[in-house]
């Protein structure tokens, strides 16, 4: 990841998703401006400051429908441009999309960031606890160390973060994602880095300022930024049954039918 796309800040607070292309001047159409007093966080970030700061359920603001998300331009190479416009066509036609999510398959990086997360407080990391194809952990490292070199990291779902402070912003690296992540429904992603930019702009308000770089991927990093409220009451659990897209049948011209009927009883003709 460039300087350029690590220093990147977002002029975006409050409840609304805002998405850019780095190339466009990280303008921002959507966001309203930025608060009026910025909120400041204790200069030592203690486990115990952290745990007050960041612990707990954080609920996304205006989460936005995948056939809206489509809507939303990416800077994608022509290649994947086609690749999102035959899967927008075949959502539409009904077709058998074979994606992460229809197959219980976790969502991993970056769209687990896409939903609701809790955070826990450890002393040498954040845990983020996400869903979307089963409950998901995402580890944040915050000790100081390095990644590790490139030929012994073993790609996983949610990659390897590792993070550090720059004033009140925690700033996240993600590298090792897998080359079978989704970057869109239904596209697959290349060999995918995630810098986030992580910033409270309230005691219970939260800002994620995320760049996604793929040179095979994108023409330029793709820019975007959701914001959070914390929720003190709520905590994530496992209590929505994925049903895998290939328990699913499709007729003969290719669209899904969704068959509610029970299994036989086993103990029946007994």
Same mark, same amino acid.
């Given at each position: 990841?460039?300087?350029?796309?690590?220093?990147?800040?977002?002029?975006?607070?409050?409840?609304?998703?805002?998405?850019?292309?780095?190339?466009?001047?990280?303008?921002?159409?959507?966001?309203?401006?930025?608060?009026?007093?910025?909120?400041?966080?204790?200069?030592?970030?203690?486990?115990?400051?952290?745990?007050?700061?960041?612990?707990?359920?954080?609920?996304?603001?205006?989460?936005?429908?995948?056939?809206?998300?489509?809507?939303?331009?990416?800077?994608?190479?022509?290649?994947?441009?086609?690749?999102?416009?035959?899967?927008?066509?075949?959502?539409?036609?009904?077709?058998?999309?074979?994606?992460?999510?229809?197959?219980?398959?976790?969502?991993?990086?970056?769209?687990?960031?896409?939903?609701?997360?809790?955070?826990?407080?450890?002393?040498?990391?954040?845990?983020?606890?996400?869903?979307?194809?089963?409950?998901?952990?995402?580890?944040?490292?915050?000790?100081?160390?390095?990644?590790?070199?490139?030929?012994?990291?073993?790609?996983?779902?949610?990659? &390897?973060?590792?993070?550090?402070?720059?004033? @009140?912003? +925690?700033? /996240? $690296? %993600?590298?090792?994602?897998? !080359?079978?992540?989704?970057?869109?429904?239904?596209?697959?992603?290349?060999?995918?880095?995630?810098? &986030?930019?992580?910033?409270?702009?309230?005691? @219970?308000? +939260?800002? /994620? $300022? %995320?760049?996604?770089?793929? !040179?095979?991927?994108?023409?330029?990093?793709?820019?975007?930024?959701?914001?959070?409220?914390?929720?003190?009451?709520?905590?994530?659990?496992?209590?929505?049954?994925?049903?895998?897209?290939?328990?699913?049948?499709?007729?003969?011209?290719?669209?899904?039918?969704?068959?509610?009927?029970?299994?036989?009883?086993?103990?029946?003709?007994?």
């Amino acid at each position: 990841m460039s300087q350029s796309g690590r220093t990147w800040r977002a002029a975006c607070a409050g409840g609304f998703l805002c998405l850019a292309a780095a190339g466009s001047g990280l303008a921002q159409p959507f966001a309203p401006p930025p608060p009026a007093t910025p909120y400041v966080m204790p200069a030592e970030k203690t486990p115990a400051i952290l745990f007050k700061e960041l612990q707990g359920m954080w609920v996304m603001n205006n989460r936005i429908s995948i056939e809206k998300y489509e809507t939303i331009p990416q800077p994608l190479t022509p290649a994947y441009q086609a690749k999102k416009v035959e899967q927008i066509r075949k959502r539409a036609a009904g077709e058998q999309v074979f994606t992460a999510d229809a197959q219980c398959i976790p969502q991993g990086m970056p769209r687990q960031m896409d939903g609701n997360f809790e955070l826990l407080v450890r002393d040498d990391s954040l845990a983020f606890l996400t869903g979307g194809g089963g409950l998901q952990v995402r580890n944040i490292w915050t000790d100081g160390r390095a990644h590790t070199p490139e030929d012994d990291l073993f790609d996983t779902f949610s990659g &390897e973060s590792i993070a550090h402070w720059e004033g @009140d912003v +925690l700033v /996240i $690296d %993600t590298i090792g994602i897998r !080359p079978t992540n989704e970057i869109l429904y239904g596209v697959q992603g290349h060999k995918l880095t995630v810098t &986030e930019r992580f910033h409270k702009t309230g005691p @219970d308000t +939260l800002q /994620i $300022d %995320t760049v996604v770089t793929d !040179p095979v991927v994108f023409t330029t990093p793709w820019t975007y930024t959701f914001t959070y409220k914390r929720n003190r009451k709520q905590t994530l659990t496992e209590q929505n049954y994925c049903v895998a897209a290939l328990d699913r049948e499709v007729d003969k011209n290719g669209k899904e039918i969704f068959d509610l009927t029970p299994p036989p009883d086993p103990r029946e003709g007994k």
